[in-house]
């Protein structure tokens, strides 16, 4: 699935969730929420979901 304010990787048992809005210091907005909801409800198999900031600019 494709999003658009995160990006969700999956390695082995462990998604990793990173929001991507590095310019205004990852604040949170309706459209990282909608597709976290629509990420943490995907059908996988993960044991783990960690939540990543990525540094800032």
Same mark, same amino acid.
């Given at each position: 699935?494709?999003f658009s304010?995160?990006?969700?990787?999956?390695?082995?048992?462990v998604?990793?969730?990173?929001?991507k +809005?590095?310019?205004r210091?990852d $604040? =949170?907005?309706f459209t990282? +929420?909608?597709?976290l909801?629509e $990420? =943490?409800d995907?059908p996988m198999?993960?044991?783990?979901?960690?939540?990543?900031?990525p540094?800032?600019p």
């Amino acid at each position: 699935m494709a999003f658009s304010a995160i990006e969700y990787n999956v390695a082995g048992r462990v998604a990793t969730v990173t929001l991507k +809005r590095p310019q205004r210091l990852d $604040a =949170f907005t309706f459209t990282m +929420r909608r597709e976290l909801m629509e $990420a =943490f409800d995907l059908p996988m198999k993960v044991s783990e979901q960690l939540p990543s900031w990525p540094d800032n600019p």
